[in-house]
């Protein structure tokens, strides 16, 4: 049987205070949390809805060095009537326009930070398939109790779990998650930045994307 990867660095500890740069995508690579547009017209349609993903494994463009792989989605997949735009947010030339499977997951990623006190949402977004966050465990915001810290993972599980709930209460019942994640440990401010960055940029970037779907 094939070794799988490892996604986590060996003998890391990731319910320690730590800064973590965390991509997860939707399996099979799937645009179903909204729309990318540009915000003046162009002779090309770059909408995401109107292409479907590739089956080849994302090339390395982004801060950190690996990302899930992905396949071609099913037709039972692709073929499900997403929802309108519910919310849009304007990045230089692109509007991030999420549907309602998005603000799930917007709305799920704050959830984390109320939620759990020990968590800080530094900076994040939501792509039509796939989330980028900088995540900080901060033990020293629970110090009146004793409180057993989630470890990374158990965080972006509980996410997980509860942002595919909800969208499958709002009618997306095949809707999932990629089985892993990628997380890079932010060890510098230089990096930190570079990173915030690179989230902040991503919708203006996204036909340049290793995540945007190719026919």
Known sequence: MKNRKRNRLKGYDYSQDDLYFITICVKKMLCCLGNITPSVRTGRDLSPSSSSPSSSSPSSSSPSSSSPSSSSPSSSSSNHHLPSPTSSTQIQNQINELNEY??????????????????????????????????????????????????????????????????????????????????????????????????????????????????
Do not use: C
């Not at 401010?189 to 990173?195: A, E, G, H, L, W």
């Open 102 to 215: 998005g603000e799930i997951v917007k709305n799920r990623l704050l959830w984390l930070a109320e939620q759990y006190r020990y968590v800080v949402l530094h900076n994040y977004v939501v792509m039509p398939n796939h989330v980028h966050a900088i995540i900080e465990i901060d033990s020293s915001k629970v110090v009146d109790k004793p409180i057993k810290i989630k470890s990374l993972s158990s965080l972006v599980g509980a996410f997980k779990t509860t942002s595919s709930k909800m969208i499958h209460e709002a009618g997306f019942s095949s809707f999932a998650w990629h089985r892993s994640f990628h997380d890079h440990i932010i060890r510098s401010d230089k990096s930190y930045q570079i990173i915030s960055d690179y989230i902040d940029q991503n919708p203006s970037k996204w036909q340049t994307d290793k995540f945007f779907p190719t026919s």
